[in-house]
């Protein structure tokens, strides 16, 4: 493709509802939460709904994670989807006619509700437990909006970068253990992870079949 360029399509205006959050993957982490805990705390909104695609995934999801670890009693809603995105392609050179290619991505919404949601939904997940959400406790973010943990102080000491293998919510093993506390707690967490996101997946798989 490279005697080839895209062609750059306008954006549709869609309407966008104020409790709507799209996240790209440009956006910035810190960005996100402060507009849905002003939405949720301030503006009294009880809904707050997330939605992305592609790279913006494990974004989105390390977002909500956060977030429920900041507010308590959100209820947690995922649904996991898929869209085809036609690309038109033009020639560089003479003699070349113009490309059209599909691409499948992945898209994912993530409902977050002070009222209780539908139970007996695949993507449900009740509130975390108390004891587990701290709203006092801060986060570092670097530039692609991964959390590092929190934040001791100015001096940059304690500030604890993930390192090795990543579970669906974009978040490292050891900056989990930073957040949630002990190693056994930290590997339950992601055994929840890792098997939340494949059932989710694999129920969309089938039902493309359906």
Not at 51 to 58: P, Q
Request: aromatic letters at 8%.
């Amino acid at each position: 493709m490279d005697r080839y360029q895209r062609v750059e399509k306008p954006k549709a205006e869609t309407p966008i509802d104020e409790n709507e959050i799209r996240i790209t993957s440009q956006g910035r982490m810190r960005s996100y939460i402060t507009y849905a805990m002003t939405l949720l705390q301030e503006r009294g909104s009880n809904e707050i709904v997330f939605k992305a695609m592609g790279r913006a995934i494990n974004k989105t999801v390390t977002i909500v994670e956060l977030i429920k670890r900041r507010i308590v009693g959100l209820h947690q809603n995922t649904v996991i989807g898929s869209t085809d995105i036609t690309d038109t392609w033009e020639p560089l050179e003479e003699g070349l006619l113009p490309l059209e290619t599909t691409r499948h991505v992945s898209m994912i919404t993530i409902t977050l509700s002070k009222k209780e949601l539908n139970r007996s939904s695949v993507g449900y997940q009740p509130p975390l437990p108390a004891e587990q959400v701290k709203p006092l406790i801060e986060f570092d973010y670097d530039g692609e909006g991964s959390p590092n943990g929190p934040r001791r102080g100015r001096s940059g000491r304690g500030r604890s970068r993930g390192r090795g293998i990543l579970c669906h919510y974009g978040i490292s093993c050891y900056t989990c253990a930073s957040t949630h506390g002990h190693d056994t707690y930290k590997l339950l967490f992601h055994m929840h992870c890792i098997g939340f996101i494949f059932l989710l997946y694999s129920l969309h798989f089938l039902r493309s079949f359906a």
